[in-house]
DNA sequence: CATGAATGAGGGTTCATTCAT
DNA sequence: GATGAATGAACCCTCATTCAT
């Protein structure tokens, strides 16, 4: 009981040190922001951090995981098999979705990083990009595509909605303005193709 | 006819060092790369890189604007309108083929800065995002669609290839074993839709 | 006797203390050695360490003082006064033989301490040096040598003592291989000098 | 010649440096000392340092080295070879002269730091002791000595001036009082044996 | 007395940038 | 314009020590 005890403070104290990165890694950036900037927000000495994290980096590894159990946590694909429209509209609605307010700017830091940093991109790669598109290559498998068809399908999906988030920080207005109306246009658009548009 | 003869110079020379950096930051990356490390590739000494670049991040700038300059030279649309497949594979080709090899880590790279520096980002959405946008909208206006559709359409598809470049660079194999047959099959899949593949 | 008791629980503590960080301090050095790797070794709470000494330092003190106290417990000389010749190899033999194996490494790090810590310093020439060069000035006097003469010989014989253990500490390979031949050797040189060798 | 007035440039920095670190490191030894103190008694900023120097450890080395190369220096034996005595009092004399005044201190630093690190050990062992010793050694066998003889007096006597070092350096008063007449003393006790004093 | 999390001063080192030559 | 030594601010991280539990 003492143990669960521990085990909670620490857990708690891990995650008021990754709150404060993830306000001042968003205020400043990932490598403007300094561990003494962390520890202030965070009200704590600086040592401190270095017994909860290995080092900066592994902050950004903490966000990172806790961005990645939420996201788990949400993913899980209804009981019933939806139709191939609702599936589609999953898929984009959800990242879409999940990046929201503050979140983005944040995802900002840590996509940036992402691609620099081997550890951080293999961590995205196995655990997050890997397990959802072999969900999402099985439901098109199991609706009658070949596994090369699937295949294709799931990367163009997930890499269009990888892309559009890109563009989105990047600072498109039309994106921003019609965010909330993407998902449906997104999913008739991959489902009848540009022929499908009333033209 | 002096200053002719200088300006030649001086774009060599800067040249030379964007060469230089290129190198270097596809090797390191960005931050972890110094000044000296660009200054030895580059054969000249440290200060001399001053003489021709504001700081460290101009150079990442002045790598970005080559890159710009070479892809709107080869974006040109041809003068007689293709027929929308050809559009597609256009839009979708081109970018995948121009990151081969090399500029791939290259590209890594300044998108990586680009997430997160204000001005590179801007940079890149009124150089090449929005000029590549509004002519693929042109076009698809004049194929008859309207502008909320064309809108949509071009930020899909930009947003498909960015992604799968960035999935591309995180590791994924079935694109790196696909991806010489990508922009045929993504264009018939944005053209007909899902419910054009073969099922 | 409730005292005793705890007396004896605290000199166990002390030493066990001692001991470990006689370990760790052989292993890395003195500076090299945080508290945590003793307590680590020690099997105790960092804290505690202090519950016994007052610094780091106190530690170094602590294993010096208890270097010492074995070595005067084994330094008496017999009761029936020895020849000069058992005398010498006595002064000899005894230093070199107490510092074999894991304890040379150990005196290493004392010894360079010693060098730069005065109070170390200060403890080592009043609680050894000393007390060893009385003793043994005051056996050559019995036996008919005059002040001045004494002085110098048991300075010159301690001397080379001292010294001989750090060359082999420094790695000489002639010494490592003479070492247990060297008391008798040495004895003799000192006795009839250089002229006594058998030329 | 340009390179020729770099190259003095160069060692004329290097010196400064090394100087002013001699004199911060006898003041409050090596571990105590930070760089910027040395910075600030070379009147550089610390960065510079690191122009000149791989790290605070290559100063000591540094400052070694000099030592080193002073005292081969001064060490080549007398062209024709002097008779045993003035040998040992040669051999004697030199070491012990060479440590007067301030160098003693810093020689305490050098030493203490020697005893604990691999590389400054080894440097030693190999660039000074080795040298040395191997010269004597070839004395003592032209002299007539058998080679295991020659090796063991050697040692002995290079160990009984260095232990004498480390004990002046302890603060033995006797020492201080006699180090003139010490080499004298030492050179006779050494020739003769302690049978040879008057007693 | 034991614990070990918290502390925070401190230090070695880096590196973008400057500027005298 | 070219050079590269000098600069010094800044930063990540360590670790001896404290103290509330």
Redo the contacts between chains.
Sequence with gaps: MKDAMQELLITARRNQILDAAAVVFTQK???PTTIRDVAREAGVADGTIYNYFESKAALLMGIFERMRASAVQQAALPPSLPD?RAF?RLMIHHPLNALRDNDFALF??V??????NEEL??L??RQI?APT?AMAEEYLAQ???GPD?S???V??V???????I??Y????A??RD?WDT?PD??AD?????????S?
Excluded: K, N, P
């Design positions: 950036g990932f490598h191939q589609l900002r830091i996509i940036s990083e992402m691609m620099v991109r293999t995205y790669a990009l598109l609706q009658g595509y068809h295949r294709l399908v990367r163009a997930s890499g269009m909605v990888l892309g559009l890109v563009e920080v990047a600072g498109d039309t994106l019609a993407l246009a997104l658009l991959m489902l009848h193709g540009l022929e499908g548009l033209s």
